[in-house]
């Protein structure tokens, strides 16, 4: 009993130390940053022949990496390009780019960039809008996917805790 004490003691400054330090959104001059929990920014390079929106991805040497597509980024509006950024950004944060991840890494990536740009003033109601519209056009590339309208369904779930939470701070 005096262990299971001292460990949930551990875990939960483990969150709260995770929760200070790890983030995503953007910053004063305009450029996303993806920040992990050891403080590393984590570099977002631009490829226009990249077959996707966005990916998360870690070089030989471990380190990670998202790469954008500008061209396919500029047919969503400025909100849900952050929203993708943000995306990628949590796939690293959870460690889905080190093999951690369940049939739900999806969701959990939606979820955690829905609540830092939450956190950090970067989702106000119209850009949730915004997000929500584009995300129900967009045709679910993977069975990983929920399809569009159920995606930004989720996402505005997240959305409304996370305030809640906010509220309760
Ligand atoms: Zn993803």
């Known amino acids: 009993m005096k262990f299971l004490r001292r460990f949930v003691k551990a875990a939960c400054v483990c969150v709260l130390l ?3 330090t790890q983030t995503s959104g953007v910053a004063e001059d305009g450029v996303f940053v993806c920040t992990l ?6 570099p977002i390079v631009l490829d226009n022949a990249l077959l996707n929106i966005a990916i998360a991805i870690r070089d030989a040497q ?3 990496f998202i790469i954008a597509n500008p061209q396919v980024m500029a ?5 849900t390009r952050w929203f993708w950024l943000a995306h990628e950004c949590a796939h690293h944060q959870l460690g889905h780019t080190l093999g951690h991840y369940g049939p739900d890494r999806e969701q959990q990536a ?5 609540k830092q740009l ?3 003033n970067q989702m106000g109601g119209s850009d949730l809008q915004a ?6 056009k967009v045709e679910s590339s993977s069975s990983a996917h929920l399809p569009g309208p159920a995606r930004a369904a989720e996402i505005t779930d ?6 809640n939470e906010g509220q309760n701070d």
């Not at 939606?110 to 829905?114: F, G, R, T, Y």
């Not at 997240?158 to 305030?163: D, I, M, P």
């Open 37 to 42: 929990a050891n403080g590393a920014d984590v």
């Open 110 to 114: 939606d979820c955690l960039a829905a």
């Open 131 to 136: 997000i929500e519209d584009d995300i129900s």
């Open 62 to 64: 471990g380190r990670p």
């Open 18 to 20: 995770t929760s200070l």
């Open 118 to 120: 939450v956190k950090n």
């Open 158 to 163: 997240c959305v409304r805790s996370q305030v």
């Open 75 to 79: 047919a969503f509006k400025p909100a």
